[in-house]
T-cell receptor, first 109, second 115 residues
């Protein structure tokens, strides 16, 4: 199948850390993307993982485990502006992006 | 990235109307995409163009007709749409249309409402 699963909604507190998980079940794998989408705006690229391990970019990090079909996006020192939807997408064996439905992250003061 | 623009940003149309969505990318990319985004659903790929040639049509109904006159411009012509076609239509572009790390950059979308 071609299922990308991620939680529908998460809530976290300003200044805290949150981890958004994504699992994928497609056969063939050519990379995992994370995008951020604020309400009414374009999705914007956050990260790309193709090898196992953690990629860090400032407050945001992305992790991949190919053997487990699992990725997570880690957001540190949360700010109110981080309230957005976070989209996980896997590039499959046909090099097409298969998208999750997105995780809506709500940040509370 | 703000190198992909879309017009109009909002569109309300009746089921018998004909309208067109426009997308322009200023990034020098060679691939362009149309996606449909409905609430709480994954992005649905509709069409892909590589070097102006259509390389993907994901079983999209013929009431949606794409046009790609050059690598910088992409249109989506709409006619006799249904209310269930109401959604956010996103355009994206990428450098090469499919390599592993090839990253797609999105426009802000057109919010379409079909009455």
């Amino acid at each position: 199948g071609q299922n990308i699963d991620q939680p529908t909604e998460m809530t976290a507190t300003e200044g805290a850390i949150v981890q958004i998980n994504c699992t994928y079940q497609t056969s063939g794998f050519n990379g995992l993307f994370w995008y951020q989408q604020h309400a009414g705006e374009a999705p914007t690229f956050l990260s790309y993982n193709v090898l196992d391990g953690l990629e860090e970019k400032g407050r945001f990090s992305s992790f991949l485990s190919r053997s487990k079909g699992y990725s997570y996006l880690l957001l540190k020192e949360l700010q109110m502006k981080d309230s957005a939807s976070y989209l996980c997408a896997e590039r499959d064996s046909n090099y097409q992006l298969i998208w999750g439905a997105g995780t809506k992250l709500i940040i509370k003061p | 990235e703000t190198g992909v623009t879309q017009t109009p940003r909002h569109l309300v149309m009746g089921m018998t109307n004909k309208k067109s969505l426009k997308c322009e990318q200023h990034l020098g990319h060679n691939a362009m995409y149309w996606y449909k985004q409905s609430a709480k659903k994954p992005l649905e790929l509709m069409f892909v163009y590589n070097f102006k040639e259509q390389t993907e049509n994901n079983s999209v109904p013929s009431r949606f007709s794409p046009e790609c006159p050059n690598s910088s411009h992409l249109f989506l012509h709409l006619h006799t749409l249904q209310p269930e076609d109401s959604a956010l239509y996103l355009c994206a572009s990428s450098q090469e249309g499919g390599g592993g790390a090839d990253t797609q950059y999105f426009g802000p979308g057109t919010r379409l409402t079909v009455l």
